[in-house]
Nanobody, 113 residues
Framework: QVQLVESGGGLVQPGGSLRLSCVVS????????MAWYRRAPGNQRELVAH???????TYADSVKGRFTISRDNAKNTVYLQMNSLKPEDTAVYYC???????WGQGTQVTISS
């Protein structure tokens, strides 16, 4: 069964940056579109960013220009670089692999002064 292991969450001040990583256990990683979702307290899970195997990307309007999704197929890893972080970015962030319809365990991101 495919495993997705996220890392990189934490507590940062507004305006700061974080980089999330998600390592996928399958060697066919390059064939899968990948995405980052987040769920803030009291809210539904929402799509943050998506990247196809080709490398094409899409973003939620709320993060455009601040977040960048990327992938390294040699490392079976997808990244989410988050800059200019705001308190409203506070959430648990989840990695999703569409080829296997599988989720990571989530990593907490907290933006607070």
């Amino acid at each position: 069964q495919v495993q997705l292991v996220e890392s990189g969450g934490g507590l940062v001040q507004p305006g700061g940056s974080l980089r999330l990583s998600c390592v996928v256990s399958e060697s066919t990683f390059r064939l899968s579109a990948m995405a980052w979702y987040r769920r803030a307290p009291g809210n539904q899970r929402e799509l943050v960013a998506h990247i196809r195997g080709s490398g094409s990307t899409t973003y939620a309007d709320s993060v455009k220009g601040r977040f960048t999704i990327s992938r390294d197929n040699a490392k079976n890893t997808v990244y989410l670089q988050m800059n200019s972080l705001k308190p409203e970015d506070t959430a648990v962030y989840y990695c999703f692999a569409s080829l296997w319809n599988s989720w990571g365990q989530g990593t907490q991101v907290t933006i607070s002064s």
